[in-house]
């Protein structure tokens, strides 16, 4: 199977700064695109970030300007680089994957476990 596993959340004042890591492992054939959602509570799950195997990225409006996107496709590994950090920015955030998986050769989609951002004011 695939795994995603996501590092690098915790508590930060508003206005710093926190990168969240994505490592892809298994049975992986290749992944197409990769992305950061995030849900806080109360609310719906929204995507935050895409990025393409190509490269192409894609932002919510909320984020543009302060948030980046980047992936390193050699270790299978999608980053997010959060700067600027806003108290409206607290919620847990998921990776997510669109993955060829071995053997049977689908495409399909892949969640991490999630990890707990907050921002203080």
């Known amino acids: 199977q695939v795994q995603l596993v996501e590092s690098g959340g915790g508590l930060v004042q508003a206005g710093g700064s926190l990168r969240l890591s994505c490592a892809a492992s298994g049975s992986i054939v290749s992944i197409n695109n990769m992305g950061w959602y995030r849900q806080a509570p109360g609310k719906q799950r929204e995507r935050v970030a895409l990025i393409t195997s190509g490269g192409s990225t894609n932002y919510a409006d909320s984020v543009k300007g302060r948030f980046t996107i980047s992936r390193d496709s050699a270790k299978r590994t999608v980053y997010l680089q959060m700067n600027s950090l806003k108290p409206e920015d607290t919620a847990v955030y998921y990776c997510?994957?669109?993955?060829?998986?071995?053997?049977?050769?689908?495409?399909?989609?892949?969640w991490g476990q999630g990890t707990q951002v907050t921002v203080s004011s």
């Open positions: 997510n994957a669109l993955v060829v998986v071995a053997r049977t050769w689908e495409n399909r989609d892949f």
